[in-house]
């Protein structure tokens, strides 16, 4: 079946960068598009990146929500069947538990949290 793994949250201070890493396993990763999304407290879940499958050559393969575009960038490594999501320049709203998904299924996901 399939399976997310997210790890790498952690504490950050404003202006610091964090990696996240998701793990698939159950599916064959490359011809799948991938996505993260966070969720605040109290807040409803966010979209922040999407990443198309290797099958996707029309040029971009990346989209972004408005709220971190220029900051975060999301990449796949298919040999290891996994998605990263390098965020700099990070600021207390990106403080969420942030989950890997791929169509109806989802990580456990891991927290981030920024503050000084």
């Known amino acids: 079946q399939v399976h997310l793994v997210e790890s790498g949250g952690g504490w950050a201070q404003p202006g610091g960068s964090l990696t996240l890493s998701c793990v698939a396993s159950g599916f064959n990763f490359s011809r799948y598009s991938m996505n993260w999304f966070r969720q605040a407290t109290g807040k409803e879940r966010e979209f922040v990146a999407s990443i198309a499958s290797s099958e996707y050559t029309f040029g971009d393969n990346t989209r972004y929500g408005d709220s971190v575009k220029g900051r975060f960038t999301i990449s796949r490594d298919n040999a290891k069947n996994t998605v990263f999501l390098q965020m700099n320049s990070l600021k207390p709203e990106d403080t969420a538990k942030y989950y890997c998904?791929?169509?109806?299924?989802w990580g456990q996901g891991t927290q981030v949290t920024v503050s000084s």
């Open positions: 998904n791929r169509n109806v299924f």
